[in-house]
């Protein structure tokens, strides 16, 4: 249950009242005081002159459900906001990994020169064999900072456990929680606490209902900057990397109030297919893309096969351009 207590109710009187309720966390929010997660179906009759709405569920979706908030919620990547009214669907692009200076200034050149505003790049990598690169860690924060501060970007990189989570906070615009990652308690509760816009990509075998309980934790925890990830299912099919699973983007959108990004190049895991999957992606009103591109993928040290080169990626921003449009987008 979400209980918004009554504007004259005090911090304390508030605290008392979610402790004696049971409840996960209570917040100011505006004038009154947000209570969520009290397992009850209606408001005991003690608390009644105090308490001005509430809400129940008959499941663990809330903060993020339409039912609580209709309207799907406006979110920051950088300067540019997403989700509410804006209509926007925001193209974040860069490679799978920071490898070199050089490297991730090219991709920073690109995203500039295409008027975008939202640079990726991984620096602690979860990669799943220990042989493989695991990414340049403090060094490429380091290296999106710079390019964050000479371009006038947003970057957006991903946190592999709970050991770095307060460097990706200080050093990015944007956490992202990866598909293996999404379940760690360590780097939701360190996102709750901040204010940083977290990205959460859903595992590749995880259900609905638990993607959307990893953002709950976020949100009840106070940090209501959350967007939640579509990037492909592991089902019995192997000649593609993973499947997107567009009919849960569907359900997420009737029923999430959170903004939506998709991410056709892990789904795909080939670089051919990536340009039809952000087209059909773009063509259901979505919030944003996440793509890779590398300048020269054949010799990425990470998801090479998937990565666009940069002459694709231009390709590809010309080609969804007019499907955003169709469906009263706009790419940003
Ligand atoms: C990535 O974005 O490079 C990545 C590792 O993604 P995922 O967590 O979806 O596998
Ligand atoms: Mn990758």
Redesign the pocket.
Known sequence: MILHLKDNVSDQRAGEIASELGAFSFKKEGTHVLITGASMKEVPAQYENEVSDNWVFDNDIQLASRKYQKETREVKIGDVTIGGNTKQTILIGGP?SVESEEQIRQSAELIKGLGLTSLRG?CY??RTSPYSFQGLGLEGLKLLAKMREEYGLSVVT?ARDATHIDKIIEYSDVV?V???AMYDQGILRACAKSNKTVLI?RGFGTTLKEFVQAAEFVLSGGNDQVILCE?GLRTFETNTRFTLDLCGVAWLQEHVNLPIVL?PS?AMGLAYGVTPLAKACTAMGIDGLLIEAHPNPKVAKS?AAQQLDHGQFKEMLKEINPVAAAVGYKIV
Do not use: L, V
């Open positions: 799978c991984g990598k979860p991903e992202q990866g598909a293996k990509k990037r991410d892990h998801d």
